[in-house]
């Protein structure tokens, strides 16, 4: 009886699903489809629409992202900034034929349209593709239409949460633009929740934050992020076509953002793409510049995970 006990423990291992087997599961609750690590969440990607009172309306990004004890590493909606979101990707400016029609940043002019979402688990691997619309003007026309790629995967000393977002223009003309100042930020970026001992670094050594944008490498290191005093890195992938212009990077009361296309705006004609590829990673414990980088080279060769319902 024992023996056969034992075979058919055997049995269900190889054949229970990998997502129960890794603990791995995700969920669509409350307007956002979350992912969950032995019952701990680890993220939610936000679906539907949210505001503050009907203020700063938005969809799109992540939060919570949490450490490995789930204590939440981003902010939404905070009092400073309250168009600030978590892990988002968005511009000041966007121009059709010259002319502004909206400002993403401030969530002004503009909503996005989440569709289309599918999600995989597979083994330590969890996967989420979403299509967005970026509708604007009174009859809400889509003019920019977006592909959104996340994969997670778990180590035992840190977790890494990748991204690829394409963006593929609707009409002849589109212009997308950081802010019209001298700083230009703007692209993907992390509204992190910053402690007290706030430190950056790449693979040179430290980096100084600054008003204005900061040259550093394609990996950055920031310290003291949340409850835990957590490190987290932040990684930019050069085949990005959204080539890095430069690092806003902030001590106090704001997002950290590799620039991209900064002041001046970017053009796109109907059907041309432009792609940012990038990643965070939350560690459990003091990571050091040799780690760093081979985990960055690891980004560099990731082939990435096929999504199928």
């Not at 680890?42 to 490995?68: I, M």
């Not at 963006?167 to 633009?177: A, F, I, N």
């Not at 890195?233 to 959204?242: D, G, M, Q, R």
Request: net charge negative; charged share 25%.
């Amino acid at each position: 009886m024992g023996y056969m006990f034992k075979i058919l423990v055997v049995c269900l291992l190889f054949i229970l699903p990998a997502a129960f087997q890794s603990g791995l599961q995700f969920k669509e609750e409350d307007g956002r489809v979350s992912l969950y690590q032995d019952d701990q969440l680890v993220f939610s990607y936000q679906t539907e629409t949210v505001s503050k009172d009907g203020q700063y309306p938005r969809a799109n990004y992540v939060h919570p992202l949490n450490d490995f004890s789930g204590k939440p590493i981003t902010e939404d909606f905070p009092e400073d900034h309250l168009h600030h979101r978590g892990i988002f990707w968005t511009w000041h400016q966007l121009y059709l034929d010259g002319q502004s029609l909206s400002d993403p940043w401030i969530c002004e002019g503009i909503s996005w349209d989440v569709h289309d979402l599918q999600y995989r688990v597979q083994g330590k691997k969890a996967a989420l593709n979403a299509s967005v619309d970026w509708l604007v003007g009174a009859d809400k026309q889509a003019l920019i239409k977006e592909k959104v790629q996340m994969e997670y995967q778990n180590h035992s000393d840190y977790y890494q949460l990748d991204f690829r977002i394409t963006l593929q223009s609707q009409r002849d003309h589109v212009e997308l633009g950081g802010s019209d100042d001298n700083k230009g930020y703007g692209g993907f970026s992390a509204r992190l929740a910053l402690g007290e001992d706030v430190a950056f670094s790449d693979a040179t050594g430290i980096v100084t934050a600054d008003n204005e944008q900061v040259e550093a490498g394609n990996w950055l290191l920031v310290e003291d992020i949340g409850e835990n005093q957590t490190q987290v890195a932040i990684l930019y992938h050069p085949e990005s076509t959204a080539d890095l212009q430069g690092w806003i990077l902030r001590e106090r009361n704001s997002m950290q953002n590799p620039v991209w296309p900064g002041r001046e705006r970017a053009v796109l004609n109907e059907g041309e793409e432009v792609s940012i590829i990038a990643s965070l990673v939350v560690f459990s414990d003091e990571v050091n510049k040799n780690q760093l980088e081979k985990i960055y080279k690891g980004f560099l060769g990731k082939k990435w995970l096929s999504v199928v319902n």
